[in-house]
């Protein structure tokens, strides 16, 4: 039930006593009548037929006040899907503050002689960088597109950012010719001792580790050509590690679109299906199997378009084995160094797109920081965080920071108390401006119309998690989520979560009818308050 602001309060409790309780029975039906008839508006969007087997949670409350604008099920626990990553990122956003920067270095291990030899080992160190300059702008931000590449397998609405995914490695190739070394006699190595590796707990790239170059995938375009003729197709980033082959053919307009991407093994990829003529390009994605091996073959590829000579071959494993002990590894000489835009523009990609590999590196990357190297030790630093930060942490569960894991579970109280300490802190701008705008960008772009009065007045994490029901042959919802801030028609700012748990997704029912559906609970809230 809604509770009487404290303005109210302090209005009448100069008045005399019979005025007084007079005028709190009137506030307090007001609030009531207020209250119910907000309830009746979204009973009617949550009374739906395709609510009829979820189960759903909400809680709206002002932001400055504390006081409750409308709740159902506030203290249940709700799988909540990807606003998993606002718990995420806001224990990362703590640990490592706005403005820092994940440095790659390269050193070597040897000494160059005069005429530009180096006598051993050259060594990338792969220090977390999510990005490690693909997607770096002219004016130092991380570019986005609304469909995130990583997601291409799942829908037509994916696309790529214009910038080089091979950027940042050129960038340090270059440095390493410009410091003197010609020709490298030892090996080109790639030091991921940074924390063991992991698994996304979300759709995407499945291999978490500390280096990522083009999120460790191989970006494909397919175009319909003629008729009966082969589609064409494009790649990137280009490297002698992947050898593609497609017999992808063009098809009659209407016919059913159908790619399949086949790893034969040995980096030997094979692609079949069609594509309808007319039909857009369309984007597809094929992750490495080997972040290591992937990245130290770019990086002498991208020695090579230097003039720096390597004597290792370019495709190898290179074992770990070969690598110096870790703690020797920072005393030696530093001959290139990447700095990436600031943390701050990693929060945003991560936010606004839900970028679920770089979320799931998050607790890793925390963990790191204080000399451990595992899942469980980033998600006891998270529990800590939380609790710090007044979250009851005995009431939620976190397997894993992408909002997959079946361990995955919170409550919209546990939400808003996270929503409220992150509002009072100083980087809060940094992770308000992070979240998607409704109707506007990244996972909130479509989920109202253009001309929706709320356009622009909501900025939220979004979540959406499904699984196949093999036995009906259809899909089961298991989350559709939205939890942020708000600011009404009436200026009042509110914080918010809302959950839709377990939803049969048929009979023309899809998960965008249930973004849909929060995105008009919003709108009413947005109008009534």
């Known amino acids: 039930m809604s509770r009487v602001c404290k303005s109210h309060h302090s209005f009448v409790s100069a008045t005399r006593p019979h005025v007084f309780w007079l005028m709190t029975v009137f506030l307090w039906s007001h609030a009531i009548s207020a209250e119910e ?19 759903w949670g909400a809680l709206f409350v002002d932001q400055g006040s504390g006081d409750v604008v409308f709740e159902h099920a506030a203290d249940k626990l709700f799988a909540p899907a990807s606003t998993t990553k606002l718990f995420s990122v806001a224990c990362a956003l703590d640990a490592f503050g706005a403005d820092h920067r994940f440095l790659t270095p390269v050193v070597r291990h040897g000494e160059v002689s005069d005429n530009g030899e180096l006598k051993g080992d050259l060594i990338l160190i792969a220090s977390g960088d999510l990005s490690l300059g693909g997607r770096t702008t002219s004016d130092g ?3 986005f597109r609304n469909g995130d590449h990583t997601y291409a397998n799942g829908n037509l609405e994916a696309a790529l950012t214009e910038q080089d995914p091979l950027a940042g490695i050129n960038d340090l190739a270059k440095q390493v010719a410009a410091s003197g070394i010609k020709h490298v006699r030892g090996n080109v190595l790639i030091d991921d001792r940074l924390f063991e590796k992991s698994e996304s707990s979300g759709s995407g790239p499945s291999h ?12 494909f375009v397919f175009t319909p050509s003629d008729i009966g003729h082969l589609a064409k197709w494009t790649s990137r980033p280009h490297t002698a590690a992947i050898h593609s082959e497609s017999k992808l053919v063009t098809v009659e307009k209407g016919k059913p679109l159908e790619i399949t991407i086949h790893d034969a093994g040995q980096g030997r990829i094979s692609i079949i299906g069609q594509i309808p003529h007319g039909h857009k390009p369309v984007l597809r994605v094929h992750e490495v199997h080997d972040p290591n091996a992937f990245a130290r073959t770019l990086f002498i590829e991208a020695l090579h378009r230097e003039g720096v000579i390597v004597d290792a071959p370019t495709l190898s494993d290179a074992p770990a084995k070969e690598l110096p002990a870790v703690a020797d590894v920072p005393s030696l000489p530093q001959v290139a160094l990447l700095t990436p835009p600031p943390f701050s523009e990693s929060v945003k990609l991560i936010l606004k797109v839900s970028h679920n590999l770089h979320a799931s590196t998050l607790p890793l990357l925390v963990a790191s920081k204080h000399g451990e190297r595992t899942l469980s030790a980033g998600l006891r630093r998270q529990h800590d965080f939380l609790k710090q930060a007044g979250v009851d942490v005995d009431t939620i569960s976190f397997a894993g920071a992408a909002g997959g894991a079946r361990g995955d579970f919170v409550t919209p109280q546990a939400t808003l108390q996270l929503l409220q300490y992150m509002a009072k802190r100083p980087d809060f701008p940094t992770y308000r ?7 506007v960008d990244g996972t909130l772009a479509g989920n109202i ?16 998690l499904y699984f196949e029901n093999t036995m009906n042959g259809t899909t089961l919802m298991t989350s559709k989520a939205l939890a942020g801030y708000m600011t009404t028609a009436k200026g009042r700012h509110l914080v918010f979560a809302l959950f839709v748990n377990n939803a049969h997704i048929r009979d023309g029912i899809t998960t965008k009818t249930f973004g849909d559906d929060l995105g008009k609970i919003c709108e009413i809230v947005y109008l009534q308050e």
């Open 433 to 439: 401006d992070a979240l998607p705008r409704l109707g």
């Open 37 to 55: 008839s907000l309830g009746k508006a979204i009973k009617k969007i949550t009374h739906q037929a395709h609510f009829d087997h979820a189960h």
């Open 208 to 219: 978490v580790s500390p280096i990522l170059i083009n999120d460790n995938v191989i970006d």
């Open 141 to 143: 931000k991380i570019a």
């Open 449 to 464: 119309p253009h001309d929706s009065p709320v356009r622009d007045k909501v900025q939220a994490k979004t979540g959406t």
